[in-house]
DNA sequence: GAACTAGGTTTCCAATGGTGACTTGATGCC
DNA sequence: GGCATCAAGTCACCATTGGAAACCTAGTTC
């Protein structure tokens, strides 16, 4: 059994902090795992990951995104090696984001994720109208068995 | 080829758009996405993968969380069925947390995500202190080539 | 009866994220 | 000439989120 990260066979962290510890708060892997999991890296990644786009481009695709956030999640994405941009002299100046090699081996990465969502969100959904339902039916929530 | 969600091999998801389409603010899977994708859902799933485990015992370990966000966090992940929550009318009351199988097969996939995290990060970081290394010598960036 | 435990909730403040207006430079339109 | 437009952002402002710390309940030990 190869010692991951996590599945740690029954042992908690404390134990192995001699590895990287995404637990620890200062540990470099927890930085990395902050800045990585969350919802726009997942998705800017996703379209980067099938050829380079421009700026408004990505922004169409991904609904709901504000400017403020595209530009500031591409530019730590760049910081961060996982993207890079280029810029061309064109007419009204034309900006080309690309997944870099590291980005891509990040992004196959989280492909499993987004098909995990695909294929269990029915039933995400069910057991959280599943939840709501016994609230409704007992408003006073028994804590205690 | 399988139409997997992303990697769709040069189609946009507005030509694909009957299927689950993460890029639409308003689809399911989007939802689901916006969900699993935090921080404090991958840390507290991976704890959970080895064991069921206890309120207090969660906040240990997960160095930084609040017990706020631990319990709200909790709170949601019961909700969409991922973990389920079980009181025990001890002493002081026991709460013992533990994965369910919907939360199992989600768990699996954030694997690869802290693999990643762990294999990767110093590539993260060499990358950011060249970009902020440039930075420093060029103070004001030339965006056109 | 004071302090401690487990498992939270509440309150308050700081940081994050979203909205919409503004910018820059070149180009087409009238 | 002057006005609008486009790409690729930035900026100022406001709402929501997240964190820190206090409080709560109920039983237990000192």
Request: hydrophobic share 40%; charged share 25%.
């Amino acid at each position: 059994m190869d010692r991951t990260l996590l599945g740690l066979g029954g042992k908690r962290p404390s134990e192995v902090d001699q590895l990287p510890d995404a637990y620890a708060s200062a540990c470099p892997t927890r930085q990395a795992l902050d800045r990585i999991a969350d919802k726009w890296t997942v998705l800017i990644l996703g379209l980067l990951e099938s050829g380079p786009m421009r700026f408004n481009q990505l922004r169409r695709e991904i609904e709901g995104i504000s400017q403020k956030m595209l530009s500031q999640t591409l530019k730590s994405l760049e910081r961060d090696g996982l993207v890079s941009r280029k810029a061309f002299a064109t007419v009204p100046v034309t900006v080309e984001y690309s997944i870099t090699p590291l980005g891509a081996t990040l992004a196959e990465t989280l492909v499993p994720l987004r098909m995990w969502a695909e294929t269990h969100i029915a039933q995400m959904l069910e057991a959280r109208a599943a939840y709501d339902r016994d609230d409704e039916d007992a408003p006073v929530r028994l804590d205690v068995a």
